[in-house]
């Protein structure tokens, strides 16, 4: 009994392995692979590894975070330092993207692994970070390459998702879900994601004809009109990188996701889930946005950690990302609080401040970022999502020439 | 008792980490560090970065190598892929290089870890990575930046060296032959490195007064004449860094060292340990040499990975270190075979084949480089050493007017 639940885990975990290699970065013969991962993923990132080899990976590249040594540098690094980030590292990373290297990272989420310490030292690292890596995310978003992200469970996370179990069962528990999520329960989850994928395009295909000026989000304390991108274009499930690379950006993922006008997002919202954000959980965030802006920003919960965020730099006060995601989806169904975006953004519409993708315009591959800026594209060295939706929720577009379409009820899609 | 046992064990092992930082590679206020280890190290890597953060770094990046990663790699990947490094990564640190990023490696040898993988396809990564690095490593060779290369103990190691002790009796063993080696057993370990580091000082400048043009060993098999580079200058222990950073590059170190001529050695000797080498136990190697270069090599064990060695490049057959380590050296005396070159180097007079060092030139920090292959200089991918001293062995100094002068028999000091 015992071995035969072991041996169905193991089954499961190469699964998702799998769908991480195969749905989701698919590395091309003689590609070499740059994988970021937590230090707690390794056994993850071992499979992960075997199996970008097998579909031909030339070389694989783990790079591993240590909160712990991030705790050491937080209590003990000089005052002065925390504006230093691996820019050298960064600058290797984007000579490795200009030559074609895909881009994988492994989430394992250790949700409040930085409470009690000094948001101001981890909110400069965070920034110098972020101001860093933008040589190299710039081939991300600007979709030049394959890239995937793919989830791993580990205690800490299982114990905030499932406080009343004790800890081995939280952790089966939590995996558990990831698998459902993820499709890694499936007897074949490739073919799983690929019916899911035909599924999503068949959602943006829709909303792309229907060409709308703006999205308006209403309901229960929010009133919001986020204004999309001239020349946008919704994305999700499946991309063609600019390498001629097909893949899946986020495994698991339920959402069609759009780049908002960033200066034509007006009124109100309050998030309805908790997110999670540099070893911190912020809760009950409250934004008004005008002409794009946002000029008022409170969160209940770690409303410091929020503040830095927003003060990044100028473009993390306005919109890179509206996303749909029916309240029936897969995740939002399991009813599973996660406390990981990469989760909970496919169980809720979504909004996200920061740098907007070049794939969610329908030149994006060829068209000069001066022009993209123009027609409304943000730029800024953060991306961070929050959640706005719910069954309290309602979506309408609002067409080009004024008239108003019903999208969503509760956020579930009015049309089939 | 237990409590005890353990909380010595700590103290020790907290004791290895600050002498790897305050006697090692002793970081300055602000620099960034740029670390490497197994993964199998990540309690030392740990240790190590807190207190280079506590003595000024500004930031420590962890690179951890996980050999699991590399046996699917070898077992998994294309045939045609083998011939690829992370020349981005490389690129990366060389730019931190730039920037005075010092350089820390933890190494923690698991000997025969790719016992019965494809040697040619070790051989290939291996080549390749030593000729991508090239472009980071001249930082390290031409003396630019401080760096340290500092041990720990893992469980095949301890196997490796105790084999027969139960595993967490022999890791006890290896972890105490390393306190004891790198004098993290003493109480003020960074004062009894003050007196050491003074002790090999004085043996420097004896040997540079004397400015021998060869050193001959000779007993026990061996006959061989290294001619020294013109302008040579014998380095050990401390060393100041072209960045102004006093370091010590190896805990532990017990040996001087010197550049040979590259073109005048001659003879043949026996190595008298054996060498730890990509992962296989090189044992009872034979070299002949003429006007510097191996003419005959055999090793009777990983003869196959040894002839990778040498085949590397041009230089990999020629001799860029030569060495001198008293049979009665700490590590010596220990009685212990580690199968790991940083300890097992410190135990007896050795050779290197591949790249030379600057600072074994008296103008090594100016010189051109053109200069120093003019008078000598060896340019390699490759850096690898081998024991070949021992009680048999002795060793003569040739003048500049050709008289002869003991300098070791049985390879013990003749001058105090």
Chains 1, 2 share one sequence.
């Not at 009343?164 to 993820?182: V, Y």
């Not at 019916?195 to 829709?206: G, T, V, Y």
């Not at 540099?278 to 409170?298: H, P, R, W």
């Amino acid at each position: 009994m015992k071995k035969s639940a072991s041996s169905l885990f193991a089954k499961r975990l190469d699964n998702l392995a799998k769908v991480a290699v195969y749905v989701g970065l698919r590395p091309v013969l003689g590609q070499q692979v740059i994988l970021s991962a937590p230090i707690e993923a390794l056994d993850m990132v071992r499979l992960v590894t075997k199996h970008a080899y097998e579909a031909g990976a030339s070389l694989v590249t783990p790079l591993y975070d240590d909160g712990t040594a991030t705790i050491s540098r937080v209590k003990f690094a000089a005052e002065g330092s925390f504006d230093t980030a691996p820019d050298w590292l960064f600058k290797g990373m984007a000579a490795g993207f200009e030559n074609n290297a895909a881009r994988m990272a492994i989430t394992s989420e250790i949700p409040g692994q930085f409470a009690g310490l000094d948001t101001t030292r981890i909110g400069r690292s965070a920034k110098a970070r972020a101001g860093a890596y933008k040589i190299a995310s710039e081939y991300i978003t600007a979709g030049a390459i394959n890239w995937n992200i793919s989830p791993a469970a580990n205690p800490a996370w299982a114990k905030q998702v499932f406080p009343d179990l004790p800890p081995k069962q939280a952790l089966a528990a939590l995996w558990n879900e990831i698998f459902k999520a993820t499709r890694a329960d499936e007897d074949d989850p490739v073919s799983a994601w690929n019916a899911h994928n035909a599924e999503l395009a068949r959602r943006k295909a829709q909303l792309n004809a229907r060409n709308y000026q703006s999205i308006r989000f209403f309901g229960a304390g929010t009133d919001l009109t986020v204004g999309l991108a001239e020349g946008h274009a919704w994305a999700g499930g499946e991309t063609v990188g600019k390498n001629g690379v097909t893949y899946n950006a986020n495994i698991p993922t339920e959402e069609v996701f759009c780049a908002p006008h960033n200066l034509r997002v007006n009124g109100y919202v309050l998030s309805t889930r908790p997110l999670s954000l540099q070893g911190q959980v912020v809760e009950n965030i409250y934004t008004k946005f005008e002409n794009g802006l946002i000029v008022d920003a409170k969160a209940d919960k770690s409303n410091d950690t929020f503040q830095h965020l927003l003060n990044t730099d100028e473009g993390s006060r306005r919109l890179g990302e509206v996303a749909l995601v029916p309240h029936s989806s897969r995740i939002s169904k399991s009813g599973v609080l996660f406390y990981n975006t990469l989760f909970d953004e496919n169980a809720a519409c979504h909004i996200a401040v920061g740098q907007s993708y070049n794939k969610c315009f329908v030149d994006g591959k060829t068209a000069a970022k001066d022009d993209l800026i123009a027609r409304g594209a943000n730029q800024s060295n953060a991306h961070v999502d929050w959640m706005i939706g719910s069954n309290q929720i309602n979506v309408d577009g609002i067409c080009q020439d004024g008239s108003i379409e019903p999208i969503m009820r509760g956020c579930e899609w009015v049309n089939a």
